[in-house]
Structure formats: structure tokens, C-alpha cells
């Protein structure tokens, strides 16, 4: 029962994202299951009549956007994108993210990066006073017992994550590893993702601060949606 509330929350966010799409847009797609929803209802828009373009963050938003159909580029032929609708674990109140769980961090990134306007969907759950969340690191194989100690350093508890169907270690869709590193509290999220990223050997971590004056977060409830915006 808790999962179909969450299930419809997600739903209602990823629909609501969808409908801020404007004619020949072109679309930064996200990773994960809110952002289903917002794929599904874009198909629906487009069997209406309208025309978008995708850029995928990662192979399972290629993978789903080829399979309904939606045209797509890459970030190498349109690094300018209208808007970039995505997933977080979890949102605190100044529209600061941790990304990662489907260790997609790294791209999406760059397609927040590339974007006008980030728009974040989750369900309910995820908007939180202060992170609680382990943050998701992207590192070359070579650097990662490197970072794991570096991560230690910073207090942290890094755990490299290993695959579900598959034995060892995630490989990322850039060839890389993944370490979970929670941290006993996160009291500067901005200060923690700058040392973290500057770390050698890291490709990205799921802290996302610096996007928060384009985010929009659309949070999906039992009944409806709330959005959240920074005040410019
Ligand atoms: C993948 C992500 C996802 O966007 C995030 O984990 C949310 O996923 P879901 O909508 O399935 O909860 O950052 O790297």
C-alpha cells in the first residue's frame, strides 16, 4: 500500500513535469522511475502533436527513449538544452539534491549543466531537512582505494557498491566504480560536494548544490503536486 502511494506521487510528479514541455524543446531525459512517468506522458503528448528532442543521461534513458520512440541526440551534437526533467533521493529546502542511486550521477550532471531549467521530480518522501542520505561518488577504478581513503579522511564511511545481478563491483556507464560514503551528518553540502569532486580520480559525486537557482522541485503527494522554486 505505502509503495502504490509512493508510486502515485511519482506519477503525478513525473505527468506534471512532462506538461512544462513546450513545442521543439529540446529535452535532457533522467534516470530512474519518477522520470518514467514523465517519458510516458511525454509519448502521450507527442501522439497529440508535439514535437521534442531528447538527450539522455544515461543508457537506460536512451534505452527507454528509443523504446518509446522519442527522438534523441546526444550531448555531443546540442550541448544547449531547454530543460532537464530528473530524479533526486533526496531534496532539502534550498533545492539542493543527492543524486546517484542509479549511479547515473556523472551524466546527469552534465545535462543539468547544459540545461535552462532542471526540473527535479520525487515523491513525498524525498524532501528532507538535512541529508541523511549516502552520497554516490563515481571514481576511476585505479583511484578507488585512493578516494576510499581520502573519503574516510573527510569522516566519511565509503563502501564500494557492488552489483545486484552481476558479482563485484557496479561498472558505471563510463567504465568507472561507484563507493556509497555516508557521512555521520552533512552540516555544508556545498563544502562537502566541492572536496569531494576535487578529489583526483572522482568523476562526480550525487551532491548536486550549484543548480538550485534553476531548479524547479515537483513533489508528488497522495492527492496532487507542490512545487518549490528558489526566490531570485
Ligand atoms: C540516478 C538518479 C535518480 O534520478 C534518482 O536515484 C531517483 O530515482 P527514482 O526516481 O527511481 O527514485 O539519480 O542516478
Redesign the pocket.
Known amino acids: 500500500m505505502a509503495e502504490q502511494t509512493q508510486d502515485g506521487g511519482?506519477r503525478r510528479a513525473g505527468r506534471y513535469a512532462a506538461d512544462l514541455v513546450e513545442e521543439g524543446m529540446m529535452v535532457g531525459l533522467?534516470?530512474?522511475?519518477?522520470?518514467l512517468y514523465a517519458m510516458e506522458r511525454l509519448v502521450e503528448r507527442m501522439d497529440e502533436g508535439l514535437s521534442l528532442c531528447g538527450v539522455p543521461t544515461s543508457y537506460q534513458a536512451e534505452l527507454r527513449a528509443r523504446a518509446f520512440g522519442i527522438p534523441q541526440t546526444s550531448l555531443a551534437d546540442c550541448c544547449e538544452l531547454d530543460i532537464a526533467i530528473?530524479?533526486?533521493?533526496q531534496v532539502d529546502r534550498s533545492l539542493r539534491l543527492i543524486?546517484?542511486?542509479?549511479?547515473?550521477?556523472t551524466r546527469?550532471r552534465c545535462i543539468a549543466e547544459a540545461a535552462r531549467r532542471l526540473v527535479i521530480v520525487v515523491d513525498e518522501r524525498k524532501l528532507i531537512g538535512t541529508f541523511s542520505a549516502p552520497v554516490p561518488v563515481e571514481v576511476l577504478p585505479f583511484a578507488v582505494p585512493l578516494v576510499a581513503s581520502r573519503l574516510t579522511g573527510m569522516g566519511g564511511s565509503p563502501v564500494i557498491r557492488e552489483g545486484v545481478a552481476k558479482d563485484g563491483p557496479v561498472i558505471t556507464d563510463n567504465g568507472n566504480w561507484v563507493i556509497d560514503c555516508t557521512f555521520p551528518s552533512i552540516d555544508d553540502p556545498e563544502a562537502l560536494e566541492t572536496a569531494i569532486n576535487t578529489l583526483p580520480g572522482v568523476l562526480s559525486c550525487?551532491l548536486f548544490c550549484e543548480f538550485a537557482g534553476k531548479t524547479t522541485v515537483v513533489i508528488g503527494g497522495k492527492k496532487g503536486i507542490r512545487t518549490l522554486h528558489t526566490e531570485m
Open positions: 511519482k533522467g534516470t530512474g522511475s519518477t522520470v530528473d530524479g533526486a533521493d543524486k546517484g542511486r542509479g549511479a547515473a550521477q546527469e550525487g
